[in-house]
């Protein structure tokens, strides 16, 4: 059964600031189950149409001794989402909720998230990201 995920768009809806749309840090995985945001990017949006199965999602800074921390946020829909699993530290993620960021540190200078769709079909899960250095 295909359920649709309510979120309202206005013209210009802003999530940590940054442009749903025609950005380089809103990542679309339309060519398979993996992205990879742009090292240039502070923060953005995981953008999963349809989500089904699994996406991982690598964020990666310039060097391996560079120290950061990824912070899911709760102001779009990840709640569709029925799991989030850190493969760098080898840890579940608990799913963000309203004003309880989810964050995890990098390990060697990248983070890997795997996003576990839920088994209910939604038309789309939107996660905000943000990447701050230690």
């Not at 995985?29 to 149409?49: F, L, Q």
């Not at 912070?71 to 779009?76: K, T, W």
Request: with cysteine; hydrophobic share 35%.
């Amino acid at each position: 059964m295909l359920k649709l995920g309510l979120i309202v768009l206005a013209s210009a809806t802003v999530c940590f600031g940054q442009s749903l749309f025609g950005d380089k840090c809103t990542l679309w995985p339309i060519r398979g189950p993996e992205v990879s945001a742009n090292k240039d990017c502070s923060y953005g949006n995981v953008w999963w149409d349809y989500p089904s199965g699994n996406l991982s999602v690598k964020f990666e800074q310039n060097g391996p001794s560079t120290s950061f921390e990824v912070c899911l946020s709760s102001e779009g829909a990840a709640y569709l989402i029925d799991g989030i699993y850190d493969e760098s530290n080898g840890a579940n993620v608990p799913i963000p909720t309203e004003g309880s960021p989810s964050c995890v540190n990098s390990v060697d200078g990248k983070v890997i998230l795997c996003f576990r769709a839920s088994d209910t079909l939604y038309y789309m899960a939107l996660m905000p990201y943000k990447i701050s250095h230690s």
